[in-house]
């Protein structure tokens, strides 16, 4: 499990154990199930990540509600539910070269406007190639936490953070990729390959 579920978990086994003590043997249910429910959603499995050096993987769990190309080439764009996965993981190694934050809405997730117009985290990694990707809050998620500093080094697959309680992530392809997902597929992060950079060098 995320570490960051622990400082949601304690609180409310504690109120579960407190209600139960007293009596209030309902409320302790309602507690307790609360309680299993940010453990299922704080879940955090080993993924077995793709070792292809032309694979880029997914950033996220969720299902692919997007894809957009244009002559600067495609966005991809992935929506996670609250029974989705929620930490996110590097699409390529690297190093984090940008890592901007920027103030928004709290619109539902799976809204296209939601690229543009919700809180955002913008990251960069830049290593033999670059490749850019944003973390998205939703209407519930309200907290976007990420792990990796600006500077620090990261392989592929690593976990860098994740957004709380529901959200999107956003990531951008330039033209020497090839996408291998569409519109509707469901996928793992860390796992499941997005793309392949197209092999110029």
Same mark, same amino acid.
């Given at each position: 499990?995320?570490?960051?579920?622990?400082?949601?978990?304690?609180?409310?086994?504690?109120?579960?154990?407190?209600?139960?003590?007293?009596?209030?043997? +309902?409320? @302790?249910? #309602?507690?307790?199930?609360?309680?299993?429910?940010? =453990?299922? *959603?704080?879940?955090?499995? %080993?993924? &077995?990540?793709?070792?292809?050096?032309?694979?880029?993987?997914?950033?996220?769990?969720?299902?692919?509600?997007?894809?957009?190309?244009?002559?600067?080439?495609?966005?991809?764009?992935?929506?996670?539910?609250?029974?989705?996965?929620?930490?996110?993981?590097? +699409?390529? @190694?690297? #190093?984090?070269?940008?890592?901007?934050?920027?103030? =928004?809405? *709290?619109?539902?997730?799976? %809204?296209? &406007?939601?690229?543009?117009?919700?809180?955002?985290?913008?990251?960069?990694?830049?290593?033999?190639?670059?490749?850019?990707?944003?973390?998205?809050?939703?209407?519930?998620?309200?907290?976007?936490?990420?792990?990796?500093?600006?500077?620090?080094?990261?392989?592929?697959?690593?976990?860098?953070?994740?957004?709380?309680?529901?959200?999107?992530?956003?990531?951008?392809?330039?033209?020497?990729?090839?996408?291998?997902?569409?519109?509707?597929?469901?996928?793992?992060?860390?796992?499941?390959?997005?793309?392949?950079?197209?092999?110029?060098?």
């Amino acid at each position: 499990m995320a570490k960051d579920g622990y400082y949601f978990i304690a609180p409310l086994l504690l109120l579960a154990a407190v209600s139960f003590y007293f009596g209030f043997v +309902p409320v @302790g249910i #309602v507690l307790f199930c609360l309680a299993l429910f940010v =453990g299922f *959603f704080f879940r955090d499995p %080993d993924r &077995r990540i793709p070792t292809d050096p032309n694979a880029i993987v997914s950033p996220a769990d969720g299902k692919i509600v997007r894809i957009e190309a244009d002559e600067k080439g495609s966005m991809v764009s992935i929506f996670l539910s609250v029974f989705n996965v929620h930490v996110n993981r590097a +699409p390529i @190694g690297g #190093v984090i070269t940008k890592r901007d934050h920027e103030r =928004g809405s *709290f619109l539902v997730a799976y %809204d296209d &406007r939601a690229s543009v117009e919700n809180e955002r985290l913008e990251l960069c990694i830049s290593g033999d190639r670059e490749l850019t990707f944003r973390l998205i809050a939703g209407i519930v998620a309200r907290r976007i936490v990420v792990w990796k500093q600006q500077g620090e080094s990261v392989e592929k697959g690593d976990r860098i953070g994740l957004i709380r309680f529901g959200s999107r992530v956003d990531i951008l392809l330039p033209p020497a990729c090839e996408v291998q997902v569409k519109e509707g597929d469901r996928v793992s992060g860390g796992s499941s390959i997005l793309a392949y950079w197209k092999d110029t060098r």
